[in-house]
């Protein structure tokens, strides 16, 4: 984006300069006289020299920032954006307290280009969606059917609701994981030291007594020899398999074979199916309630469903939607969805009341997340305390018996 220098004078009669980003000298100019400064002199200058510029401490320069913008932060602006909107205030000034208000850097920048551009008449689904892929798909789908119902406080009311939600339920499934990643991070480092501090030391003194080692004796010493000299190449075979299976599940063909794998896992399966169908139900409930269609808002409820099998049930079911059939029965024909989400799509497709069945159904989904997650957890932890306590046990019994062997031999 263009910068460009300025001078000129205030209301009060002063005389003011400085530098500010614009996508092009009209829009510098409508910026500053909303500003209350009225030009003298306006040019286009350097990046590099505003910088080190006396008077750039009022319009200071939009740096590019790599910030991440978290879904909490999304959904605090967009339910202070539907207060503000709610309230009477015009979406221009609505926008440009919203950006004097957001902490985040990334998003003040983007929500200051997103009021320039609806200052400039640009509506506000066009400006979110030219903003840098801060906003989904299915944010600006949703303000554009807004602004076209005349509804866009409605309809941000209800993208609050969905992102606070959705915020919810990761937080409750990292807050449960977290007590056992502790637990298995703890287990790691103790077998780590038992392996490549204590055990060396023992390992000297065994071989002291010039003593024939039991097998399981020698195979834990060569592990441990193993991992003291070639601790970098176990490491470097890690990132090397981290990065090869984060490659291939990036293409279309092992992504589909990994969530196909995940869906099968015991246990595991039927918690990422939960997830995977109480955001499906969540998001088209949120889309059909902001008057989308219903083939986009399948469409764009089959990207947020984070599993490829799902969402192919998904489009198959929109495939049959505009050839005339109902939502429920491809979904049921499909085998991926269970029959009570089936069976509460399609009493909701008969009584007319499709969006409320589907909140319900995430309601409902959500709670077994939260339940299944605690069982897990809670089957979780004493399994992580028996293998540490198995791996400790082994060591000993592995250094143990050939002292005691030498202890009998002597007596």
Known sequence: MPVYAYKGVTKAGKKTRGHLDAESSRAARARLRRDGVFLTELEEGRRDAVAAAPGASRFSVSLPTFQ???P???ALM?????????AGI?????L???TDQVENARLKNVLGQVRDRVNEGSALADAMAAGGGIFPDLYVGMVRAGEAGGALETVLDRLADYLESQVRLRNKVSSILIYPTVMFLFACVVVGALVTVVLPQITELLASLNQELPFYTRW?????NFMRDFWWAVILVGVAFVTAFRMVIRTERGRATYDRV???LPLVGRLVRTIAISRFARTLSTLLSGGLPITRALETAGQVAG???IAEAIAAARTSITEGASVAAPLKASGEFPPMVTHMIEVGEQSGELESMLTKVSDTYEEQVETTVSRFTALLEPVLILVMVGIVLVIILATLVPLLQVTTSLG
């Not at 967009?78 to 709610?86: I, N, S, Y």
């Not at 015009?90 to 609505?94: E, G, Q, W």
């Open 220 to 224: 834990i010493i060569s592990l441990s």
């Open 90 to 94: 015009p979406l221009v000034s609505a």
């Open 68 to 70: 991440r913008v978290s």
């Open 262 to 264: 995940r869906l099968r």
């Open 96 to 98: 440009r307290a919203l």
């Open 78 to 86: 967009t339910r202070q954006l539907a207060t503000l909107v709610g």
């Open 307 to 309: 599993n490829t099998v």
């Open 72 to 74: 909490l932060d999304l």
